[in-house]
């Protein structure tokens, strides 16, 4: 099986990066440059998705 997926612009951040000073402004800029923030239950610092090939 083949999937093809082009995820909408997310930025996932770790549990360990919500208890760094400035997560929030981190998320806020995130929404500014339209990434959708959320926060993974597993996983390490933050990565970006978005729908382009790179």
Do not use: I, N, S
């Amino acid at each position: 099986m083949l999937r093809f997926y082009r995820p909408a612009p997310t930025v996932a951040f770790g549990q360990r990066d919500t208890h760094l000073p400035g997560f929030d402004a981190a998320a806020q800029a995130c929404r500014e440059l339209g990434f959708e923030p959320l926060v993974r239950k597993a996983g390490g610092r933050a990565a970006a998705y978005h729908e382009g090939p790179w």
